[in-house]
């Protein structure tokens, strides 16, 4: 992320102190409502695919996470970490308890923008690059990530699974996340980082490692590429 990027809210969002309640109710939303547990740690829980949270605050300064939060993409071009669109005043709590710092702690500053991947973009790639670290490469919900998830990704490979999922389901749980489809919050949200031609191509993929379709009713009658 860089410095130039937009701070979230208003110059005292990442300097107010917190009062108890509002760290409780931070780290609830964290753990409880938003997916960022799903790659990140806090206080020893979460995933292990993305920086720790816990001590993010002593290694970035304020603007960095503050617009990293806001726009991944924007922030630092190339990552992984999708956008989440959240509530200004959620995301101003959750950037304040994050960005809070011990008096005297200086932070290291932001690491250079990555140049963005490169690749075929299709099913497959996207599918390594966002779904497997969860749901496994071979969509077995195997994935190095899994074990550190409260609950066990879906079996994208799964024919008994998937075929009762139709096309619109998988496109919507990508699109919006898993709490939206009262799944685990921690599968997070890619409406607003891939484009739904992109996601298309992910429920593609996701019918080719289950070599299956939706359930009938789900069907139009014209069989094609989603």
Request: charged share 20%; with cysteine.
């Amino acid at each position: 992320m860089l410095l130039a990027c937009p701070v979230v809210g208003s110059s005292q969002a990442t300097t107010t102190p917190l009062t108890r309640f509002e760290e409780m109710k931070a780290e609830t939303a964290l753990r409880d409502q938003l997916p960022c547990l799903g790659c990140h740690t806090l206080n020893g829980a979460g995933g292990r695919i993305g920086p720790d949270l816990t001590t993010v605050r002593t290694r970035r300064p304020p603007a960095y996470i503050a617009a990293m939060v806001a726009d991944p993409q924007r922030a630092l071009p190339g990552t992984v970490m999708p956008r989440v669109p959240m509530p200004e005043a959620t995301r101003d709590l959750v950037v304040r308890y994050l960005a809070a710092r011990p008096a005297g702690t200086a932070a290291a500053p932001p690491p250079a923008a990555a140049p963005p991947p490169t690749g075929a973009r299709d099913g497959a790639w996207l599918y390594a690059r966002h779904c497997a670290a969860c749901h496994g490469a071979g969509g077995r919900g195997d994935g190095p990530n899994a074990a550190h998830l409260p609950v066990r990704p879906a079996e994208h490979a799964s024919r008994q699974a998937m075929s009762r999922r139709s096309d619109d389901a998988l496109f919507d749980t990508i699109f919006g996340g898993g709490a939206i489809m009262n799944r685990s919050a921690r599968m997070p949200p890619y409406g607003e980082t891939l484009t739904r031609e992109e996601i298309r191509a992910l429920v593609g993929h996701i019918r080719s490692l289950c070599r299956c379709t939706g359930p009938t009713w789900s069907a139009d009658g014209r069989r094609g590429p989603p």
